[in-house]
């Protein structure tokens, strides 16, 4: 029934819109338009269709709008990481390190976004993007992101990274990672490792958390052989920029 009358009103509005002028200029119609059930049908078509005019504009801006802003953060987004693989680059022509590709985390962002990036820099571009953990220090998933360098203390390290050699552990497959900064010094000291977990999903959750780890960048088991693929043919140690 709702369909029909739907089917109706749009057949309706294009006869109305389409044959305006025809009924506004034939002598006949004119007369008929006086009578007032005519009267209280045209106002009816005419309201009927402004509102589905104007609700159809509505969805269209709002369209609009929300591509505008996920263009201007895919944006943001991009410059970000480029300046900080730019600054990586040069720290890995200067002590010896793979200088085609990087990898980076961006600690500023939800843990329910996208922020391990794969940087191709030969090209400066983005061209693997997941989820990653960050270590709990001892909080909860909505507690504000803290970081820490001590053992114990199961926080994420800030800091540059040389991925090391890979090996079979508790979770399977994954790499030691060696601090290079003050801020990550004791990482391998404190087992702080690059591997994968399932609960941590392949696609965005924002605006909820995903899990937390004891300080590890724990990432997806689909993304993790990714990275692998990576590491496993690189002839030189590969970076790992986390940072806020």
């Known amino acids: ?49 402004s509102n589905r005019k104007d609700d159809k504009t509505s969805s269209t801006e709002k369209a609009v709008s929300a591509f505008i802003k996920k263009e201007d953060k895919n944006t943001t987004e991009t410059k970000r990481v480029s300046d900080y693989a730019s600054r990586l680059k040069k720290y890995a022509v200067d002590h010896g390190y793979n200088q085609s590709v990087c990898y980076l985390v961006d600690m500023k962002k939800n843990s329910g976004e996208n922020r391990f990036y794969v940087y191709d820099l030969k090209n400066n571009q983005i061209i693997h993007k997941a ?57 391998f000291e404190r087992f702080v490792v690059l591997h994968s977990h399932s609960c ?18 724990t990432v997806s088991p689909n993304f993790l052989q990714i990275l692998s693929g990576y590491i496993d043919k690189s002839n030189q140690p590969i970076l790992l920029w986390i940072f806020e």
């Open 200 to 217: 941590v999903p392949d696609k965005e959750v924002s605006p909820f958390p995903i899990c937390l780890s004891n300080g590890c960048p």
């Open 1 to 49: 029934m709702l369909k029909s009358i739907n089917a109706f009103l749009r057949l309706s509005c294009n006869i109305f819109y389409g044959f305006g002028a025809f009924f506004h200029l034939h002598p006949v119609i004119h007369q008929l338009m006086l009578h007032q059930t005519f009267f209280v049908a045209t106002a009816f078509l005419l309201i009927t269709c």
């Open 131 to 187: 989820l990653v953990t960050h270590g709990s220090c001892g909080n909860s998933f909505f507690s504000k992101t803290e970081f820490g360098n001590t053992v114990g203390c199961n926080c994420t390290s800030l800091g540059k990274y040389k991925i090391g050699k890979k090996y079979y552990g508790r979770f399977g497959l994954a790499y030691k990672l060696h601090g290079l900064e003050s801020s990550n010094s004791r990482a």
